[in-house]
């Protein structure tokens, strides 16, 4: 998924290196949004077929002729049971740092959140204090 997501990137983006890393962050956050779109769908009884994300996704997918949403469904699931506009910030990060595919690294970091933050408010500098607790604690 990792050089999925990086060669979809390279195939849609075409630009110098600072706004192509500005690009990156932006794809992944649009993504991000999608991903937390299915995911709130999905809990509230809407079918995919009805979920406009899912056709970006399904958009996204032609044009990097790969099907991404068993990736978007994989990670929906390792980051359960956050709300979802937490898995669109864990979606983003992980895009970001290429993680997405990873689904024990994604396991971990939702299995925190819960305990450290509230998961009512999202909060990316809550998100970034438990990266950083966990990454010294050497989980990540």
């Keep these: 998924m990792k050089t999925l997501f990086s060669t979809l990137l390279l195939t849609l983006l075409s630009c110098s290196a600072s706004a192509q890393e500005d690009d990156n962050v932006y794809f992944c956050q649009g993504v991000a949004e999608a ?69 024990e690294q994604v396991k971990r970091i939702s299995r925190q959140l819960p305990f450290q933050c509230d998961v009512n408010e999202p909060d990316i500098d809550c998100f970034n204090g438990v990266l950083v607790r966990i990454r010294d604690n050497r989980v990540i």
């Design 35 to 103: 991903v937390s779109s299915i995911q709130y769908g999905r809990a509230y009884g809407l079918k995919d077929e009805a979920n406009d994300a899912v056709k970006y996704i399904a958009s996204l997918s032609a044009e990097a002729e790969y099907d991404l949403l068993p990736y978007i469904d994989a990670f929906i699931r390792s980051s359960s049971p956050l709300p979802s506009a937490w898995t669109e910030i864990l979606f983003t990060h992980a895009c970001v740092y290429s993680y997405v595919d990873d689904t």
